[in-house]
């Protein structure tokens, strides 16, 4: 089956840093996806990409769906302890029932 | 995620028994998603729903596992037999339509734990 491999699979950062996580495939995906989990709850979605090549930001986040549309990147700047939790990419491939294909996530440490 | 309501929380059966979780999509959504989440694990698609159809149902175990999404009323995963290897957090997602970059938006979990 389709697999999403994620990297890396935890960081432990000073706050303030930058941090970058990526997930790449064997497969294509039509639409690439960016979750974040904290305990206890469900994914939010942070960002959502459409296009390959299209690079998105959404406050202090910033995401990019490859070229060959099998893989996307997240990175996110000036860290805040309040962005400690669980990142996910996850990928829809076309024509299908629109499910999601998730990475196994980033956990992300940020020390005050 | 706020909108798409699970129940319950938490959700404790002994071997044997049956676990019903429900999910009630945002308002306006008629496509439902079921996803299981092994602990350190990413999301594992199970069954995916439209109003009194289901569409796609790969992920879902053959034996045991049903799930609906009546009419009226909210969506239901139904377990029978649990086992311990059952013990894990469901997630539903609903969505207003099916197409290309459909995003879905999760609601908080049912956490099932088999003793």
């Known amino acids: 089956g389709q697999q999403l491999n994620q990297s890396p699979q935890s960081m432990f950062i000073q706050e303030g840093e930058d941090v970058s996580m990526n997930c790449t495939s064997s497969?294509?995906?039509?639409?690439w996806l960016w979750y974040k989990q904290d305990p206890g709850e469900g994914p939010v979605l942070l960002i959502a990409?459409?296009?390959?090549?299209e690079l998105t930001s959404n406050g202090r986040l910033t995401a990019q769906f490859g070229i060959t549309r099998k893989d996307s990147f997240l990175n996110i700047s000036a860290s805040i302890p309040s962005d400690v939790g669980i990142y996910f990419c996850?990928?829809?491939?076309?024509?299908?029932?629109?499910?999601?294909?998730f990475g196994k996530g980033t956990k992300l440490t940020v020390n005050p | 995620n706020a909108g798409v309501m699970q129940n319950p929380r938490h959700l404790v059966r002994r071997r044997g028994q049956e676990a019903r979780l429900r999910c009630s999509p945002m308002?306006?959504?008629?496509?439902v998603y079921w996803y299981r989440q092994l602990p350190e694990e990413g999301l594992k698609f199970m069954v995916y729903?439209?109003?009194?159809?289901?569409?796609?149902e790969s992920g879902m175990p053959k034996e045991r596992f049903s799930a609906e999404f009546p009419k009226e009323g909210p969506s239901i995963l139904r377990i029978q037999q649990v086992v311990r290897g059952d013990s894990a957090a469901y997630f539903c997602?609903?969505?207003?339509?099916?197409?290309?970059?459909?995003?879905?938006?999760f609601g908080q979990g049912t956490r099932l734990t088999v003793v």
């Open positions: 997602a609903s969505s207003p339509r099916r197409g290309p970059g459909t995003e879905a938006f």
């Open positions: 497969s294509i995906f039509n639409t």
């Open positions: 990409l459409y296009k390959a090549g």
């Open positions: 996850a990928g829809i491939t076309q024509g299908g029932s629109e499910k999601l294909v």
């Open positions: 308002k306006g959504h008629s496509h």
């Open positions: 729903l439209q109003k009194e159809n289901i569409i796609d």
